[in-house]
């Protein structure tokens, strides 16, 4: 019987901590919306504060529980830097730079590859400098991420990983 009311209670704290936690969040997440309706002029509904404040508590739930699922794959019961990077790699809103830079630097290549070619048949295909603009961007080869970043365990699955390679 007492080791019921030891675990009850033990509920009881575990519920009363995310409950004030869940408190904390809808605070701040109110905060950011009035700063933000001061500055566009545009209030927001308590309805949507309390809507952002769920979905962002729910994030921070499940970012916690991949990070500490990085850590225990790698044996450890402290989180470090390498699983927050982890956990960055994951988030596409984070990867969307790197993407645009990786496209910008594709295209790049193409046109140079182009002007190159056209200019060997003696053809113009650009006007004004930008050609030239472009033939010396790439001289210099975009920086490349090393194979240990990109690929921390080769073993490893998760949720959308499909490998780390």
Known sequence: ME????GGGEEQQQFSYRQRLKAAVHYTVGCLCEEVASDRGMPFSKQ????????TF????????????FARHAKRSTINTEDVKLLARRSNSLHLQEVLEMKKNSLL?????????????????FTGGAAGEVAK?????????????????KDFFWKTFSSCK
């Open 3 to 6: 080791e019921e009311e030891e």
């Open 48 to 55: 949507t504060i309390a809507a952002v404040s769920e979905l």
């Open 58 to 69: 729910r994030q921070c739930e499940t970012f916690a529980k991949d990070l500490e699922m």
């Open 109 to 125: 290549t193409f046109l140079a590859g182009r002007y190159q070619w056209a200019s060997q048949l003696g053809a113009a295909p």
């Open 137 to 153: 961007r790439q001289d210099v080869p975009p920086p490349q991420r090393s194979l240990r970043e990109k690929a921390p365990c």
